[in-house]
């Protein structure tokens, strides 16, 4: 029994002054436990330790911490507790802002009345019970379905009924916080002795022993073992006998006095001696049907699967109603005859599949009334096949009849016709062009055969026995061949066996397959009451509906094998004369883009296929079309379009497999491709854009988002473009005034990476000069002047770049060039590729002497020629991009450039001097040792060589 003060709520008061926190003490203290503190941070404390308060009165102005920033701390970390605050000032802004926030319930201000005070607070008290209560409420039941969650995701992973089993002990065990939990299998008619136990860990039982089961609306509370301290877990053999078959939830509340634990039968006697033994004092035990978990799994994982067919199938008629009906409108103006076409062909398909619904819902309501009529099964077949017949030739299929007389059956036509048309519609999807479709009928006995036989593709030998079950198909993958919902077949064997009759199906994959009705011969199998003796006739004009799909197969549709061996797209003429123009176009070199935007458009669906290639080109765009994935392909690789539209399922090759595809080709991987399909779950948005689709658009479409979409996809892609070709303008014009064209194209590709940030590197450094071209100059007018500086400057440059160096900079007619950045190259080979460079520099100045002299530029007696002299120095140098945002260059600073510079100077016309670093690679047949030199800024004395002009290095 608690005590009364115990049973009373808390609440905290915080004030720095001991009178006014005396004052709130003495008001509530005999309705509240009332706990006291001077400050904010000791209310903190206090919280930690005393666990739950209902209501916090708190003073606004206090030292360390003020009213509004306790409360904002405890709206944190204790939401369930309402909040008061006591002030003398109500036009504080924090204070304004906290009530405005939520932190603060309610201010009351000073002086307070303790009547008011006492009212404010009961208010607070009242909704602190209701949030707290809302709050265990919506505990319990995200506890519930995360319970449900858990165990449902479970089972959907696991691979056989003993992981579903021991998933759901531990889920249940786990999330009632029971100290164990048991489920005893129900098997050949009795519980099992050895079952799945969940036990709880040993620290969690420190933490408490008592579970919450709910049921509806009232809650159960029960401790399900004694206090700490925890027994230890009874063996699971004694475990099982504290389980038992039971119809109904049975709640245990205590073992001690419950008639099902006790009684004076062997079995209540042997089940309360191991509810002692195992000292359980209160227990909760609940029936689980778990049988044929696996069959259930696999139904609704048809189901699934059938819906999004349907889906399919019935959003992509609409679409083609829908889509031609809104632009009509929109433009105030009638359908053509084509658009009415397309409109009533696919208003049958929807007709036709909402019939088969309907059907198959009321045989499975019993609400199906036959009427059976005498029937001329001859003259009864060979109407429908006549109906069939003009299809069978457009797609250009043999179609063969043997029909023997035989006694009369009673059937109703409404119904069993759609038998007949189900089965020659499968025949004729199935089998390619120049395939054989054979309908025989023969009498056996009392039975009449009907067979549909063809040389279509067959099935798969492990699909037959499934092959009449609803939500089945024998393609269920995004790459079926056709279009269908799982229904036709399963309406097929239900409209037969309704007649009293018998399906059976025979097949060999790749060479066909043979549909039999067996149907019995008189009416005394029929139920009398529905039989009538009147005969009907067949109505044909049902075949328009019945038949709707077949509407939809192309007139030239190729055999499987021969697409696969010898693609041939199917482009109408206006694509294949544009398919001519862009050829002539590439071949001048002229970008595809100014003739207009090409559209390829790829969906198996000829009417969705005419439809959305329609809506391109009343808007300027050319389109090309194509049947499936792989035809696409074929055609995406030739014309590389300039975006693609395509459906998500088509046979051979399906959209995402396009998709995926195309983004492994290096000409198409850039192009944009919006995904069309009716298939509109979260699952496939997610897989089309990890497969690299840049838009989805789910059927229904409106023409207007299409459009949209196109628009934007091709205006972002023309902004790539432009982005592309400037930085790729942008790179070459400044890499190409420094680096080799050869590094230029890498860098501009991306296959080459280029680091210009300043960094110390070991570099050499050739500093070049020509000694005459000042007195040159004063002999001629400056624009000459300016040709003949351009024209050395380029001559130099091309041998710089031949031997892989980078042109640091130009100094009038000066050349500083490195080797070793921005590329990295081993000291031996800059020094090499150095050497060569000045040794080329040298001959290609000799040369360009020989032409000025030809052109008269020397004056003959003063001047003759120019000569050539450089300085070569391996060292450090800080190399990258020097200057700001607005100006930089790519250079080299540093003593080891100095020390080529005054090489150069020191050098006498027409040699080559370097420094000792340099000469170490070179041979010593090549270099002359010189004279030390004492250099200008350079600390050390520098040692020179004189390298040989006219010896190349073969290092």
């Known amino acids: 029994m608690k005590s009364q003060a115990n049973s009373k709520p808390k609440i905290l008061v915080v004030d720095d002054e001991p009178d006014n926190l005396d004052l709130l003490y003495r008001t509530f203290y005999r309705d509240y436990k009332v706990l006291r503190a001077a400050s904010g941070p000791a209310a903190l404390d206090l919280l930690a330790q005393e666990g739950e308060v209902a209501v916090i009165i708190s003073d606004q102005r206090m030292p360390m911490m003020s009213g509004t920033e306790f409360l904002s701390l405890t709206a944190t970390q204790y939401p369930d507790i309402i909040r008061i605050i006591l002030t003398g000032y109500t036009d504080v802004e924090d204070l304004v802002e906290a009530i405005n926030a939520g932190?603060?319930?309610?201010?009351?201000?000073?002086?307070?009345?303790?009547?008011?005070?006492?009212?404010?607070?009961?208010?607070?008290?009242?909704?602190?019970?209701?949030?707290?209560?809302?709050?265990?409420?919506?505990?319990?039941?995200?506890?519930?379905?995360s319970l449900l969650n858990t165990v449902t995701n479970t089972i959907r992973s696991a691979l056989?009924?003993?992981?579903?089993?021991?998933?759901?002990?531990?889920?249940v065990g786990h999330m009632l916080e029971?100290?164990?939990?048991?489920?005893?299998?129900?098997?050949?008619?009795?519980?099992?002795?050895k079952g799945f136990i969940y036990q709880k860990a040993l620290e969690e039982k420190e933490h408490g022993d008592t579970g919450i089961w709910g049921h509806g609306d009232q809650q159960i509370n029960f401790p399900l073992v004694p206090s700490s301290p925890?027994?230890?877990?009874?063996?699971?053999?004694?475990?099982?006998?504290?389980?038992?078959?039971?119809?109904?939830v049975q709640v245990i509340h205590d073992v001690i006095d419950d008639q099902r634990i006790h009684g004076k039968t062997p079995e209540l006697r042997q089940r309360g001696a191991a509810f002692a033994a195992a000292n359980i004092c209160s227990s909760l035990v609940v029936p689980l049907i778990c049988q044929q978990a696996e069959r259930l799994l696999e139904l609704d994982k048809q189901k699934t699967e059938f819906f999004q067919n349907i889906s399919h199938e019935f959003r992509t008629p609409i679409t083609l109603i829908q889509g031609p009906l809104e632009s009509a409108v929109t433009a105030g103006e009638g359908l053509s005859y084509s658009q009415c076409a397309i409109a009533l062909r696919n208003s049958r398909r929807l007709l036709r599949l909402v019939n088969q619904l309907l059907d198959l819902q009321r045989l499975d309501a019993g609400r199906m009334q036959p009427s059976f009529r005498p029937c001329d099964l001859v003259e009864f077949v060979s109407q429908i096949v006549e109906s069939f017949r003009p299809y069978c030739e457009k797609k250009g299929l043999h179609l063969v009849t043997q029909l023997d007389?035989?006694?009369?059956?009673?059937?109703?036509?409404?119904?069993?016709?759609?038998?007949?048309?189900?089965?020659?519609?499968?025949?004729?999807?199935?089998?390619?062009?120049?395939?054989?479709?054979?309908?025989?009928?023969?009498?056996?006995?009392?039975?009449?055969?009907?067979?549909?036989?063809?040389?279509?593709?067959?099935?798969?030998?492990?699909?037959i026995p499934h092959l009449f079950e609803r939500f089945r198909q024998a393609e269920g993958s995004a790459n079926r061949s056709y279009e269908g919902s799982g229904l036709g077949l399963a309406l097929v064997k239900e409209l037969v066996e309704l007649h009293g009759g018998q399906v059976t199906v025979e097949s060999v994959y790749g060479e066909g397959t043979t549909f039999s009705l067996w149907l019995v011969t008189g009416n005394t199998h029929l139920p009398a009451l529905q039989v009538l003796e009147t005969p009907t006739e067949l109505n044909t004009s049902r075949a328009s509906v019945e038949l709707a799909d077949l509407e939809l197969v192309d007139s030239t549709t190729d055999n499987i094998e021969d697409i696969t061996r010898n693609f041939s797209p199917s482009i109408d003429t206006q694509d294949s004369a544009l398919k001519?123009?862009?050829?002539?176009?590439?071949?001048?070199?002229?970008?595809?883009?100014?003739?207009?935007?090409?559209?390829?458009?790829v969906d198996d669906n000829p009417d969705l296929r005419t439809y959305v290639s329609e809506i391109f080109r009343r808007n300027g765009y050319h389109v090309q079309t194509a049947r499936n994935g792989y035809e696409g392909y074929g055609i995406a690789k030739e014309i590389i379009p300039s975006l693609i539209v395509t459906d998500l399922m088509m046979p051979l090759v399906s959209g995402l497999e396009m998709i995926q595809m195309i983004r492994h080709e290096e000409k198409l991987k850039g192009t944009p491709i919006i995904l069309l399909t009716a298939k509109v779950d979260e699952e496939t948005r997610i897989e089309g854009t990890e497969h690299g689709a840049d838009a989805y658009l789910a059927k229904p479409f409106n023409d207007r988002e299409l459009l949209a979409e196109v628009r934007n996809l091709l205006g972002l892609k023309e902004n790539e473009r432009r982005i592309v070709e400037l930085n790729t303008y942008l790179t070459e014009s400044v890499l190409k005034r420094f680096l080799p064209a050869v590094l230029v194209q890498k860098a501009a590709t991306g296959d080459l990476t280029l680091d210009l940030r300043p960094e110390p590197r070991l570099i050499t450094v050739l500093f070049s000069d020509i000694v005459g071209f000042t007195q040159l100059a004063?002999?001629?007018?400056?624009?000459?002047?300016?040709?003949?500086?351009?024209?050395?400057?380029?001559?130099?440059?091309?041998?710089?770049?031949?031997?892989?160096g980078t042109v640091d900079k130009f100094m009038g007619d000066a050349i500083l060039a490195l080797y070793g950045a921005p590329e990295e190259l081993t000291p031996n080979e800059q020094v090499r590729r150095a050497i060569n460079t000045a040794r080329a520099m040298h001959r290609s100045l000799a040369d360009l002497n020989q032409r000025w002299r030809d052109q008269g530029v020397f004056d003959g007696d003063k001047l003759t020629n120019v000569q050539f002299r450089c300085g070569i120095h391996q060292g450090t140098a800080v190399v990258g991009m020097f200057g700001s945002a607005e100006r930089a260059d790519y250079t080299a600073i540093g003593p080891s450039v100095n020390i080529a510079a005054r090489l150069q100077a020191a050098a006498l016309p027409g040699t080559i001097l370097v420094s000792a670093a340099v000469a170490d690679y070179l041979q010593e047949e090549e270099i002359t040792k010189g004279s030390p030199l004492e250099l200008k800024g350079v600390d050390e004395t520098v040692l020179t060589f004189a390298v040989t002009p006219e010896v190349m290095v073969n290092r």
């Open 405 to 463: 007389e035989c006694s009369t059956v009673y059937l109703d036509m409404e119904k069993f016709d759609k038998v007949v048309y189900n089965l020659l519609s499968n025949a004729m999807k199935f089998t390619p062009e120049g395939g054989t479709i054979s309908i025989r009928l023969k009498s056996e006995n009392d039975r009449c055969i009907l067979q549909v036989q063809d040389t279509g593709i067959g099935i798969v030998k492990e699909q």
């Open 178 to 193: 029971v100290d164990v939990c048991l489920l005893r299998p129900f098997q050949d008619e009795q519980l099992a002795d």
């Open 778 to 804: 004063n002999t001629l007018r400056s624009r000459r002047v300016a040709e003949l500086l351009n024209e050395y400057l380029e001559a130099m440059t091309k041998v710089v770049f031949g031997n892989g």
């Open 160 to 171: 056989d009924y003993r992981q579903i089993l021991q998933a759901i002990v531990d889920t």
């Open 103 to 145: 932190k603060v319930f309610k201010y009351v201000t000073k002086p307070w009345e303790a009547e008011e005070l006492k009212a404010v607070v009961r208010q607070a008290l009242d909704t602190h019970n209701v949030l707290k209560a809302r709050t265990r409420e919506l505990t319990r039941t995200l506890r519930q379905e």
């Open 580 to 601: 001519t123009q862009q050829r002539q176009t590439d071949q001048q070199g002229e970008p595809l883009h100014t003739a207009g935007s090409s559209i390829l458009v």
């Open 230 to 248: 925890s027994p230890p877990i009874p063996p699971s053999s004694l475990l099982a006998q504290t389980v038992w078959e039971t119809r109904e």
